[in-house]
């Protein structure tokens, strides 16, 4: 069975750009999360996705925006790109996740953004 | 918040050794407890999970515990090698649905 796939793997793009990332979750998986890592601050949860429909939100800026399409894959964007951005963008799906799911969350290997 | 703790930050260990690594949590609500490893260049990788109604789960080298009541759940290594050099996240199941992570053990296993 195929894990979760991330594409692409690395970008570089400069401050004010907006950026579309990837992520294909496992088959059969209809919930997808979204991580952000940086050394700083950890791994930070950005929004979760069920049913093509954004279900949970961390505490991040209107900046960063999601979609999951009816084959669950999904796409996170963020505009007007911030130096902080600079971060590995995780992506992890579970069957159908929720409110204090107790299932497995498998993740991908990570798109690196690098804000110039 | 909702919250986890993780300690030590760093461990080195000599190969053959244990390694033990220790979460607390916030959230009297969590029900979930599942550790990952991190390689470098790589994502999170499940390594075992525990969900609270177990106090204890073993599999192979590696055991995990909780304890519900002082909010506090362990990762356990026995007999060390080179291969498990690694970073180590615990996390919490959070009620967003979302995993709560604590801020990693980097565990170096000397030959």
């Known amino acids: 069975k195929a894990g979760v796939t991330q594409t692409p793997r690395y970008l570089i793009k400069t401050r004010g750009q907006q950026v579309t990332l990837s992520c294909s979750p496992i088959?059969?998986?209809?919930?997808v999360s979204w991580y952000q890592q940086t050394p700083g601050q950890g791994l930070q949860f950005l929004f979760e996705?069920?049913?093509?429909?954004?279900?949970n939100k961390g505490n991040f800026p209107g900046r960063f925006s999601g979609r999951q399409f009816s084959n669950s894959r999904s796409e996170m964007n963020v505009s007007t790109l911030e130096l902080g951005d600079s971060a590995l963008y995780l992506c992890?799906?579970?069957?159908?996740?929720?409110?204090?799911?107790?299932?497995?969350?498998?993740f991908g290997d990570g798109t690196r953004l690098s804000i110039l | 918040g909702e919250n986890v703790e993780q300690h030590p930050s760093t461990l080195s260990v000599q190969e053959g050794d244990s390694a033990v690594i220790k979460c607390t949590y916030s959230?009297?609500?969590?029900?979930?407890f599942p550790w990952y490893k991190q390689e470098l260049g790589k994502g999170p990788q499940l390594i075992i999970d525990?969900?609270?109604?177990?106090g204890e789960k073993k599999d192979q080298r590696i055991a995990v515990t909780l304890n519900k009541t002082a909010k506090h759940f362990s990762l356990h290594i026995t007999e060390t090698q080179p291969e498990d050099s690694a970073v180590y996240f615990c996390?919490?199941?959070?009620?967003?649905?979302?995993?709560?992570f604590g801020k990693g053990t980097k565990l170096s296993v000397k030959p």
């Open positions: 996705y069920f049913s093509e429909t954004q279900r």
């Open positions: 088959s059969g998986h209809r919930s």
């Open positions: 996390a919490a199941g959070g009620s967003q649905g979302n995993l709560i």
């Open positions: 525990i969900r609270s109604n177990v």
């Open positions: 959230d009297s609500a969590s029900n979930y």
């Open positions: 992890a799906s579970s069957p159908t996740g929720g409110a204090l799911s107790n299932q497995p969350q498998h």
